[in-house]
C-alpha cells in the first residue's frame, strides 16, 4: 500500500472514530437535561480544563442563533465530513453559546473567561449572530452560572441542554405573521435606535477581546423570514448592516449571510424563530460556509 493510501485510510480512521465520539454523546430523551446559560458555562469550563485541539467554533447569539442549528454533536460531524471533502482540517468542534436575549456584553463574559489560544494552536472562530432582536436592547451583563467542577482526574462534562423550545409548535398563522411587521416597528423600534451606538461599542469590544484570545471573529446573520418581512423593517435592517459591516472591515472579520434564497416561511414559528425543518437546512449552509473559513491541509512531506 503506497503511503498516500495508508494516510487517506489513517485519516477515514480517526474521523471515524471522532464521528463515534461524538454520536455517544448526544443526548437520550431520559437525560436530564440544562438551561442553556449554565451550558454555556459548561463550555467555558470544559475550554478551560481541556482546551480543544484544531480549531475550535463558538456560535454566540440570542435564542434566533439557538434555534437554527440542530445539535452540535451533529453540526460537529456534518463540518467534519464536508471539510474532509474540501480538503480542510477536519480537527475542528462546534459549541453553541445563545440564550434567550443575550447580549453582546453576555457574549465577551464568555469569551473574557476562556483562556487565549498558545502561540501555536491553530486560531479559533467566534461566530457572531447579528439580527434585530440582537439589537432592542442595551447591552446588559448577567452573572455567570454556577457549574459544579469535575472530581479530581475526571475530564469536564457537557450535559445535554435544552437548546429548542419551539420544536412542537405549529407555525403561527400567515396573518399573524404579518402582524408582527408593524407590531416590531411600533414596539421595538425606539429601544432599537436608542441602543444602537452602545450596542456597536459592545461588539467593538468584543471583537477586540476576540483577537486578543486567539479567536477569528465572524459576523453571521441571523434568519429572519424575509418573504414575510418584506420592505417592512429596511430602516433597521439597514442601520444595523451598515454599523456591523464598518466593524467587520475594521478588524478584517468575514460577513456572512446565509440567505438568499430564502428559506420557506413555513419553517419559522414566528419572523425569526426556526423550526426543525428550517434548522437542518440552515445548518447545513452554514456548514459550507464555514468549511471555507478553515484551516487547508498541508500536504504530507
Known amino acids: 500500500m503506497s503511503r498516500s493510501s495508508t494516510s487517506s485510510l489513517r485519516a477515514a480512521l480517526l474521523l471515524a472514530l471522532a464521528a463515534l465520539t461524538l454520536l455517544l454523546a ?3 430523551a431520559a437525560s436530564a437535561q440544562i438551561g442553556e446559560w449554565r451550558h454555556g458555562w459548561e463550555v467555558v469550563q470544559l475550554v478551560r480544563l481541556a482546551p480543544p485541539t484544531g480549531t475550535p467554533i463558538f456560535y454566540l447569539g440570542d435564542s434566533t442563533a439557538r434555534e437554527s442549528t440542530v445539535r452540535d454533536a ?3 460531524l456534518q463540518l467534519r465530513r464536508l471539510a474532509a471533502a474540501a480538503g480542510r482540517t477536519t480537527a475542528t468542534r462546534v459549541f453553541t453559546l445563545a440564550s434567550h436575549g443575550q447580549t453582546f456584553r453576555m457574549d465577551r463574559q464568555f469569551i473574557a473567561a476562556m483562556p487565549p489560544r498558545g502561540a501555536h494552536t491553530p486560531r479559533g472562530i467566534a461566530l457572531i449572530g447579528v439580527g434585530l432582536s440582537r439589537f432592542i436592547g442595551p447591552p446588559i451583563g448577567r452573572p455567570s452560572a454556577a457549574v459544579t467542577k469535575p472530581a479530581p482526574g475526571m475530564p469536564p462534562v457537557l450535559h445535554p441542554w435544552i437548546q429548542h423550545l419551539y420544536t412542537d409548535r405549529p407555525p403561527l398563522p400567515l396573518s399573524r405573521k404579518h402582524e408582527l411587521v408593524p407590531r416590531w416597528m411600533r414596539r421595538r423600534w425606539a429601544g432599537f435606535h436608542r441602543d444602537l451606538g452602545a450596542n456597536f461599542a459592545a461588539i467593538d469590544r468584543l471583537l477586540a477581546l476576540c483577537r486578543a484570545k486567539g479567536l477569528r471573529p465572524v459576523f453571521v446573520d441571523l434568519p429572519l423570514d ?3 418581512v418584506g420592505h417592512g423593517l429596511d430602516k433597521a435592517r439597514a442601520d444595523y448592516h451598515a454599523g456591523c459591516r464598518r466593524l467587520a472591515r475594521r478588524y478584517h472579520a468575514p ?37 471555507d473559513l478553515l484551516p487547508r491541509v498541508q500536504p504530507a512531506t
Open 26 to 28: 448526544l443526548p437520550t
Open 255 to 291: 460577513y456572512l449571510s446565509l440567505q438568499p434564497p430564502p428559506l420557506p416561511t413555513g419553517v419559522y414559528w414566528d419572523l425569526m424563530h426556526l423550526l426543525p425543518p428550517g434548522s437542518h437546512r440552515w445548518q447545513l449552509r452554514f456548514s459550507h460556509r464555514l468549511v
Open 226 to 228: 424575509v418573504r414575510v
Open 74 to 76: 451533529l453540526w460537529t
